[in-house]
Structure formats: C-alpha cells, structure tokens
C-alpha cells in the first residue's frame, strides 16, 4: 500500500479539484502537494479523517479556500499527524484557527508563515504540548502586553516544555518587547526579525536566564542591545543575526564565541552565522576577531565604521562581506568552503597593494567585489581558476595595463564592472566568450581601438553596457543593434566618429512596451541543512552623476537611455530613433551632426525633457529645442560646435557605473542619465524582498537646469 505521496514543488504545474480521491489512499502516512493548485479543493481540511495515519502534510503555496464552519464540525482531532505546513497560503484567522486547535494536539512542527493571521497571538498554541517548531513570521500578529506579565500569547508559548524554534519575524509586533522577551528564555532559536521596536533597549537582565540559546535572529528591529562591559552571557550563539540593532558606537565584545561543545539536542542549529552590518559600530576590530570566527560560514559588517587589518594567515569563510567601512591594509588570501559556492564583498573600504593574492584563492567564487578601494598594479591573469564567477567587480581603483585575457574563461559571469581605472589597450577578443554577460561597464578607463563588431554578435544578453569615458575611434559598429535587451547605452566621452546606425531601432527594450528586468541579481542559495538557508543576493544600483553629483536610485528596467555625446559622430540624426518609443533619455550634445532634430523620441517629449542640452554643441543642428526652426543655422558667436574635453569633464555626465553593497536597487533620472551599480545582500530581509517595498519606480528630478526652470514657472 502507498505510504508517500509527493506532487509537490512543481511550481503549480498541477491544478487539483476535490481532494476526495484521497480517501481511497487510506495508509498513507506522508503527503505533499506543495506548489499546487488547490484552490477548488474546498474540502482540504477534512484530509485528515479519510487519512488516519497520516503524520506530515505540506500544503505549502496552495492558494488554499478557507474552511467553511461544516468542514470544522466534520474534523476529528488527529492523534497522528505531527508535521503541518500551511505557509504561503493567505489564509486569514478565522478560516484556520477554530480547525488547527482542534487537529493540533500532536503536532511537532507547524509552519503558518506567509498568511494573514492577525491580532494577538493566541493563547491556544499553549495548549499544542508536543510542538518543538512554530513559524509564525509574515503575518500580523501584534503584541497585547500588560505592564506587568508581557504578551499572554508569549507567555503561553514559553511554557512549552519541548519549544526550539519561535519565529514571529516580519509581523507587526511592537511598542516594547523587552517586557516579553524573558518568557522565552527556554528557547534555543528565538526571531523577531523585522518588527518595529524603536527604541526599545534590551540589557543583560532580559537574557539572564537564556542558558539554551543558540540562535538569535533581531534583524531589522531597530533594537538598542546594550550590556554592560565585560558581560559573559549565559548562552553559546552559533548565529548572531542583529543586522540595523543599535550595538555600537565600541565593538560589542559579548559576541565574541566560547567555542564550547555542542550538545545533541543543538547540533542542527549550530550553523555558524554573524551579521551585524548597519549597527553603529565605528570601532577597531577586536584583536581576537578572525581567531575567534575563523571558518564562519556566513560574516557580514557592512556599513559601519569598523577599522582594521587582516592577519597573516588565511581567512576561511564561505561568505565574508566588509563593504563600507575603513578596513585598510593588503588584500590576504582566502580559503573557502569546497563543498559551497562563495562570496566576498570587499568594496569601499581603504585596501591597498596589489591583488595577486586572488590567484592563490581556494575553493569556488560566485561573486567578488573589490570596487572603491586603493588597490593598484596590474591585475593578475587567472581567472581560469572562477569557472563559477558570476559577478566581478574591480571598479574604482587604481588598476593599470590590459585587461586579462583569462577573463574569457568566466564563463558564468553575468556581471563585469571595471569602471574607473588606468586600463588601456583594446579589449581582449576572449571577452566574447562571457556569453551570459547583462552588465558590462568599462567606463571611466583608457581602453582604445574600435569598439568589436562581436560586442553585439555574442554578448547578445546584455542590459547594460557602457564604454564612457575612454579613446574608442572608428565607427558604431551595425552589429550593436543586435543588443535586443539593452536599457542603457553609453558610448560618450570617447573619439567614435560616423553615423548613428540607423538599426538602433532594433533595440526591442525600447521599442516595445515590455515587462523589462527590473534588477538584475545573482543568488547564492546554500540549504545543506533541514531548516536553515543562507542566501546572498547581489543586485544592481544606479548612480547618476550631473556635473559632479552622485545620487544613486532604486529600479531598474524602465530609464531606457542612450549617451553618445561629447564624440565625432556627424551626419544627420535617423529617423528611425523615432521609433523607440519607450525611450527616457537622449543625449547627442557635443558632436557634429546637422539637419533637423527629430520632434518626438519616444517618452522624452512625453515628460516635457526636451532639454537643449541633449543636443548643444553640434553646429549643424536646428530646430527646437535649441531654434525655433530650420531658417537659420549659426552656432552662437564664440562658440565652438563640439566641446573641448575639459567641457565634456565639466559636462560629466549622465551614466556612472560601480559596485558596492547594498540594498535591492535600480537606476532613475528624468532627462539625466545613470549608471549601474552592483551590491549584494543578505536575503534574510524577507519582508522588504517577498513583499517587493525596496522595488519602486522612482523619477527624480535633478538636473539644476530643471529644477530652476520648475521654480521659475512656480513664480509666474
């Protein structure tokens, strides 16, 4: 007879009606429909009487119906079902609850998470004796504290004798948890991540009677955690996750680990894990740090003001990220986990030397970031060694010589950003073979020749590409309007001399309406253990910079952008950029084209940003905006018809391209330009990411000329 039956995971390939027909599988022990259609299957919740041996069921990501009050007076209590996951559903409070305390009484693991529970937790899960697991995050649950005694719901939960696992993360919990947290002090694996606790300080006393735990997740509280000098907590934590908690401005010397052993019932959650990045810490790191979290898997310090070198010996992590602090020192080597795929985000900080220590890196690189750091010299020529590399990034720094030919065996990469440096030569023909290429920029270099025909023929994936700011000569080569993808198109500041091909209209990302990558991002995902994930997401950030200012803005995909000034281009502008209508921005300024500007290109008219400067400094243009019409052409006296290159500095610029870390982001800019900037980031940021708040479509104004000119007509 049938024990187990899987349908599950196959991304609601399945579109299941009734579920009666189970009834005829009555030995069955374990179920899971997981990722399947179940949204006719209104009698769901009486699987478990027709399956009285039932022990697990995964309904996960159903789009489960609510259960009718008959369904709730036809279920019996389960005696065998110990495991119940119902997360991803929807599901509101009064459809579940009258039917889950009256199946619970056995139940081991419950997983709620993802639906629309909402009020106070209920005292009832006090009452589910035999539960070690409980996820109750991204609902909205609240807090009903008295100011004696805390949440009676918490205070039911941390009478569980076998309780392991709490997580009420992502919910609308707050006001002050602190009344509440020592009810939970049996807990080996407490979270609360992503809850609003402004304000709210937590001391020693809270956690003084914490002996068991092993897991603290205060992600995103905003909590000010603040103990006493010297403090020895009671507890041996393998993850430390207090990412935006209040820990600084001294390095908080509690974290540091004990490294005792283990016992059985806490060897699943040892998992060695630390991020405490955006907590006010601006501080030298300890002398015992890198001996202390040696073999970590997963260490982030992003954004805070920590100082300090790294040791002689070897760093061994899977991912390490220090981006945006004032680390300094040469670049050591790193040994990674073999058996995982690894990060490391070094940018913004103050490193220096040379970088030939990545030569001699161990294990498997997924995504490596060096960008806006002193680094200098030539760059070694081994990247054969990164077959896995899918995002590199060695933009702003002080990097001199060609580009390594050895960047051809990246095979994976997706994302390639060397802006900002002293390269030079012309591009390396292997580059060609990085065919899953969606970001190049390498901007702001001295990197000379033609631009390669092959750009357009094997690069055909790209989204972004910028060669600003470099001594490309020669023509557009025809072969670009093959880039089907492209968003961002920026050729300025270089020698390119020619027509504008007329084929740019084969850009189909800007002719068409489309639904357009908004980001583009690269994962990590490591699930080598039952419960606990790290994933680290690298995603895309633009800069725009006008005349010496940087602002950098969320969302890619609907600035659609073309920058060709400050070149040699003549003839005149095709009528065929006409048609990409879904073009933002233009900028054509400091050639030598003539005849007559074409009147509508794509949203530019739309969003009234004709600007004159898209189109200045070429004597043999007319019409508006720069003329009323075509009768006369004469550049203005004294001018010349293309800038000098100290104009186009002072011009500079639309597109500026780095990397950093950073939150999901994007690029914006109404009749100004952007460049993209890489980041990565820790995904346990689960509400901000599910629920997509970090995704807007932002228009800005920024230019000053337009910003004068709206406060000009304000004044009329």
């Not at 009810?183 to 080996?188: F, G, K, M, R």
Request: a neutral charge.
């Amino acid at each position: 007879m049938l024990e187990t039956l899987r349908l599950g995971g196959n991304g609601r390939v399945f579109s299941v009606g009734k579920l009666e027909w189970l009834s005829h599988l009555s030995r069955l022990k374990e179920v899971d429909l997981s990722f399947t259609n179940l949204s006719n299957a209104n009698d769901w919740s009486l699987i478990i009487n027709h399956l009285p041996l039932l022990q697990k069921l995964n309904l996960r990501d159903c789009d489960l119906p609510s259960i009718s009050s008959f369904s709730v007076s036809l279920t019996n209590s389960s005696t065998s079902l110990n495991t119940l996951d119902l997360s991803h559903n929807n599901l509101p409070s009064s459809a579940i609850y009258p039917w889950l305390f009256n199946v619970s009484s056995n139940l081991v693991s419950l997983d709620l998470s993802s639906n629309q529970l909402k009020g106070p937790i209920p005292d009832a899960f006090g009452n589910m004796l035999a539960i070690q697991e409980l996820y109750l995050s991204d609902n909205l649950f609240i807090l009903a504290e008295n100011q004696v005694r805390g949440d009676s719901g918490l205070n039911e939960i941390g009478k569980l004798p076998d309780i392991n696992i709490l997580d009420l993360g992502y919910n609308l919990l707050n006001g002050s948890i602190s009344k509440s947290i020592g009810q939970l002090s049996n807990l080996p694996v407490l979270r609360f991540a992503g809850n609003s606790f402004d304000g709210d300080v937590i001391s020693e006393a809270h956690f003084s009677n914490f002996t068991y735990l092993r897991n603290l997740d205060l992600s995103y509280t905003s909590l000010t955690l603040k103990f006493n000098t010297g403090w020895i907590p009671p507890f041996q934590l393998s993850q430390r996750k207090l990412c935006s908690c209040k820990l600084g401005p001294r390095f908080p010397d509690w974290l540091r680990p004990q490294r005792d052993v283990l016992t059985p019932r806490f060897y699943k959650y040892s998992r060695d894990y630390l991020d405490i990045s955006a907590s006010g810490i601006s501080d030298s790191l300890p002398y015992w740090f890198w001996d202390k979290f040696w073999g970590f898997s997963y260490i982030n310090m992003s954004f805070n003001q920590i100082s300090g070198t790294f040791p002689n010996a070897s760093i061994h992590t899977s991912h390490l990220d220090l981006s945006s602090n004032n680390f300094s020192g040469p670049l050591p080597c790193f040994s990674l986990d073999i058996s995982k795929m690894g990060s490391i985000n070094l940018s913004k900080n103050k490193f220096t030397g040379s970088v030939s220590p990545i030569c001699n890196i161990i294990g498997d690189l997924a995504l490596f970031d060096l960008s806006n750091n002193l680094f200098s010299g030539v760059v070694p020529d081994c990247f054969e060694s990164f077959p896995f590399l899918t995002a590199l990034n060695l933009g702003d720094n002080g990097f001199s010589g060609s580009l390594p030919s050895s960047l051809g065996y990246l095979i994976s990469l997706e994302m390639l950003s060397l802006r900002g440096n002293k390269f030079s030569g012309e591009l390396p023909s292997s580059l060609q073979n990085c065919a899953k290429l969606k970001f190049l920029d390498l901007s702001d270099n001295e990197l000379s020749g033609e631009i390669p025909m092959w750009i357009g023929q094997k690069l055909s994936s790209l989204v972004f590409l910028s060669l600003q700011g470099n001594q490309f000569k020669g023509r557009i080569p025809h072969q670009l309007c093959g880039l089907k993808y492209l968003q961002i198109l920026d050729l300025s500041v270089n020698k390119i001399s020619g027509t504008i091909p007329s084929c740019l209209n084969n850009f189909t990302s800007m002719t068409k309406k489309l639904s357009l990558d908004r980001r583009i991002e690269h994962h990590i995902l490591e699930n080598s253990e039952p419960i606990w994930i790290i994933q680290v997401r690298y995603v895309d950030e633009a800069l725009l910079t006008w005349k010496g200012t940087k602002q950098s803005y969320p969302q890619l995909g609907l600035l659609l952008a073309i920058d060709l000034s400050c070149n040699k281009l003549t003839g005149e502008i095709p009528e065929e950029l006409s048609n990409l209508q879904e073009l933002v921005v233009l900028n054509l300024s400091r050639n030598l084209f003539n005849g007559k500007i074409l009147q509508k290109i794509g949203h530019i008219r739309q969003l009234e940003c004709f600007d004159p400067s898209s189109f200045s400094h070429n004597r043999g243009l007319c019409g508006p905006p720069i003329s009323p019409n075509c009768s006369v052409v004469e550049p203005p006296p004294g001018k010349p018809a293309v800038g000098s290159e100290e104009d186009c500095d002072e011009f500079m610029k639309w597109f500026y391209t780095g990397m950093g870390l950073g939150f999901a982001v994007g690029f914006w800019g109404f009749c100004s330009v952007v460049f993209l900037k890489r980041s990565w980031r820790h995904s346990y940021y689960r509400h901000m990411d599910n629920a997509k708040d970090w995704v807007y479509v932002t228009f800005a104004l920024l230019k000053a000329r337009l910003v004068r000119r709206i406060k000009a007509l304000s004044t009329r």
